[in-house]
């Protein structure tokens, strides 16, 4: 240390964490002293008061660090009002200098990463957010959402072994160079939103499908014959309906095209991966009713023991689709609701003497809600009125399957079945869908991953709609370095 001689004394005076609202100020007598080291470029410097003061600041650490809180959590205008109400004198611009000047927190080494952009002004500037998806923390926010910005912040801070990031694109590519050795993740909320997107413009090419063809009632005054038609009718659509109809009508097809290509039963059974007898029933039906007659008189519903018993109950007055289900379930019926319901429409219509008013067509968003919703979670109208736009629309039935099969594979995670859903898609006439099915063959391995692995970045919405919290609270100007602070710091 060098040697040093009193120089002359000085106040300070220093804001203190207020009490009890009232404004606290230290005034302080401090010597000043002067450096004796030649060339010393101080001159003269002040003394320090341990845990009191430090070079140049107008508040106690405490006071300081009450201040960064309160610019962390509120920000410019609304913190300094704070802070000026609980006697913490800070102008608008001390808080947010204090923030912006607060160090990083410290990253330590992320493991399983998650990447996905943000809106920085909305549809036009935005900005990249990584998170650990072990502890759950934003890690760091990037002014772009640039591939090489990526790549240099993975480079700087390398660890990453897994990263979970939205489909193919600059993530994907700054992942590769940033971290080559990291294994990709495609998200499964980003698959499930991306289907999602191509699920709505196949309900909007099939508008005209959605709208009820208008209803006929010439036999409107002969009710009881009117209701065996629709007793048979709502037979043969709920029996139209099961999938070993749509199966057995797709091997129909299959194996009738070989045999005209001369191909025979057991090479067909080979090629197809049917057992023989089954290909050989096929081979020898006359049409695809030949085979499906047998199967109705066999099996038939699911229902068919309790259509009597539904029929009787209709008849009674009884038409509540949801207690008439319970009644039945409570009798031993093991079916689905949907069943009971597709059932009990045509009933009820004849049945009631008045003609139901047309229904307005659903709207193209809501019939995608009702596809890409579990079936569980629909109400009784709207299973039914799902049910009745699939049984008009053959592409949008396909589509609805192929929505549910991709689900039960998101969520199971049975990435074994990705290759078989694609095959089964593209063999379908559903373009939008054949979209989604290249993208997911660009980005194979990843999306592979995201349908194996357990990471997912589902928390990282959660984070995003954290920073648009706090964005909107600094009025829309989103000063990125007090965004970045604010959003690291103020948990
Ligand atoms: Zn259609």
Redesign the pocket.
């Known amino acids: 240390m060098v040697s040093e001689r009193v120089h002359g004394r000085y106040r300070r005076r220093l804001v203190d964490a207020a009490i009890a609202g009232a404004q606290v100020e230290i005034d302080l007598l401090v010597r000043r002293f002067r450096c004796l080291t030649a060339g010393c470029p101080r001159v003269t410097f002040a003394e320090q008061v341990a845990g009191l003061t430090s070079p140049h600041a107008r508040y106690t650490p405490l006071a300081g660090r009450m201040i960064e809180a309160i610019g962390l959590a509120l920000a410019g205008r609304a913190g300094a009002r704070l802070a000026g109400r609980i006697g913490l004198p800070a102008g608008r611009n001390t808080l947010l200098r204090r923030v912006r000047a607060l160090s990083d927190p410290q990253i330590g080494a992320v493991t399983v990463l998650g990447v996905d952009d943000f809106a920085l002004r909305r549809g036009r500037v935005y900005g990249t957010v990584l998170i650990d998806l072990d502890s759950h923390r934003p890690v760091d926010l990037l002014p772009d959402r640039e591939a090489a910005t990526f790549a240099g912040w993975l480079a700087e801070h390398p660890g990453a072994q897994v990263i979970c990031r939205d489909r193919a694109g600059a993530y994907a590519e700054g992942a590769r160079t940033g971290a080559p050795d990291a294994v990709q993740v495609a998200d499964r909320f980003h698959l499930w939103s991306n289907l999602a997107g191509y699920v709505e413009t196949t309900v909007a090419r ?1 508008r ?2 959605l709208a009820q063809p208008p209803v006929t009632h010439e036999a409107a005054d002969e009710p009881r014959a009117d209701l065996d038609n629709a007793v048979a009718a709502a037979r043969d659509a709920s029996f139209e309906q099961r999938a070993f109809v749509r199966h057995a009508r797709e091997r129909y097809t299959a194996v009738q095209e070989l045999k005209a290509a001369g191909v025979g039963i057991k090479p067909i059974a080979a090629r197809l991966g049917l057992a023989r007898g089954t290909v050989r029933k096929y081979y020898r039906a006359a049409s695809v009713d030949d085979v499906l007659a047998k199967a109705r008189d066999g099996r038939g519903s699911i229902l068919r023991p309790w259509e009597p018993y539904l029929t009787e109950r209709v008849n009674a007055g009884i038409t509540n689709g949801s207690q008439l289900f319970q009644e039945i379930r409570d009798q031993g019926y093991t079916g689905s609701k949907a069943v009971v319901l597709t059932y009990l429409r045509p009933l009820r219509a004849g049945g009631s003497t008045a003609a139901p008013a047309p229904q307005p067509a659903p709207k193209v968003r809501t019939v995608t809600r009702w596809i890409l919703t579990h079936p569980e979670h629909l109400d009784e109208q709207d299973t039914l009125a799902l049910q009745q736009v699939l049984t ?5 039935r396909k589509t609805a399957g192929h929505v549910t099969a991709f689900a039960q594979m998101l969520t199971g995670r049975h990435g074994d079945r990705l290759n078989g859903w694609i095959a089964a898609v593209d063999a379908d006439d559903l373009p939008e869908l054949h979209r989604f099915t290249r993208g997911l063959l660009r980005d194979h391995d990843a999306v592979l991953n995201g349908l194996t692995l357990p990471h997912s970045s589902g928390q990282v919405e959660g984070t995003v709609n954290r920073i648009k919290m706090i964005k909107r609270q600094m009025y829309g100007r989103a000063n990125f370095d007090l965004l970045r602070k604010r959003v690291l710091l103020a948990t």
Do not use: F, G, P
Request: neutral net charge.
């Open positions: 099939h005209s499908c008009r629309c053959q592409d949008l």
